[in-house]
């Protein structure tokens, strides 16, 4: 027996009178805190409905989750998690969300001059540093550290990781603290990029309200990165962390000294944009429009030209079905040029312990199953 909780009854009944509905304000008291923010729940027939619970409780053969409860085992206020309103520019600001917001600034800048100042020795620098920061951030930050779907020597790992860190996605503590709360809460209060708080938020919000997000994630103001102590206790990501701002700052003046203006507004602003704003299409838009081929207990999809635009990172159905998976297109059509290039390292020996999802594991994901009611 399945569980779920709607706000309205009959759209659910209509779709299967047999699945139990309970009624979202009961709900409330289990939970001990809930808003009236949106969220999508899904329902066997794998469309999608909008709902004012912010849990998800599911037996049997769906996935529990308990959004109320913080890391330290502390119950959340809703005030915390759920999104003020004037969140963005009425609230206080911090050096470092003003730090994010500079730096957003500028790249925007500089992107908007870049078309002025063309050359192709420029283009052809930013198209090199957007393939090298963008596999950065779906390689290391991503499949590497967040999900750990394959190994490589650290030599590599740094090299990658260190590539991320230009790709202003924030610093690796941060991103990969954060990421993991977005699997663990997806489209929750709690969820860190909830693209129900819309697009300003998930494209920029999420970096530049330091606390706000702190808090989704269960901690201090100051952040404990609890999820990560791997990460914390290395001592490269730790200077990552503490220096986040040098580093584009160094490639800036590398990039100005070497070919002047120009190849700072292609290399960093050109370049800066179209990897952070693709970066943030597949939090938002492959949360919302896409198929859903797997039976998850968010609204992730499958999205094609997401994948295009992110080396991969589109097939985020797949992704959050089977998230330790090297590999996000599972299909021949489902082109994933981040797990060509993991072959590739796999191949000269670079990648190793590369996991993909067994077709055990495929089957009991699959959507056909339950909705024939033969869950294993
Ligand atoms: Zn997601
Ligand atoms: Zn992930």
Known sequence: MSLICLNNKSIISKLNPSFPVINSLKWRTQTSWSSSNTITLISPSTKLFRTSCTAIHKTNDYVTRDVGTTTQGETMS???????????????????????????????????????????????????????????????YHRLLCHRSFKVPKWLEYFFVYCGAHAFQKDPLFYVNTHKNHHKYADTDRDPVAPTHGFWYC?????????????????????????????????LYRFLHDTYYWHPTALAALLYLHGGLSYLAWGMGMRGVVVHHFASLATFVSHIWGDRPWNTPDTSTNNWWVAMLTLGEGWHNNHHAFPRSARHGFEWWQ??????????????????????????????????????????
């Open 203 to 235: 494209n920029m919000g999420w970096f530049c309200n330091n606390h706000h997000i702190a808090a989704k994630c269960g901690e201090s103001k100051g952040g404990e990165y609890s999820k990560v102590p791997e990460l914390k206790a290395q001592w």
């Open 335 to 376: 082109f994933d040029l981040t797990w060509e290039l993991i072959k590739f390292l796999k191949l000269v020996g670079l990648a190793r312990d590369v996991k993909l999802p067994t077709e055990a594991e495929k089957r009991r994901m699959s959507v056909k199953l339950k909705i024939k009611g033969k869950v294993e």
């Open 78 to 140: 809703e005030l915390e998690a759920a999104l003020p309103k004037g969140w963005f520019w009425f609230r206080k600001w911090h050096s470092e969300d003003m730090a994010n917001v500079f730096w957003y600034a500028v790249i925007h800048v500089l992107a908007v001059c870049a078309p002025f100042m063309f050359t192709w020795g420029a283009f052809w620098v930013a198209t090199g540093l957007s393939f090298l920061t963008g596999f950065g951030v779906t390689l290391g």
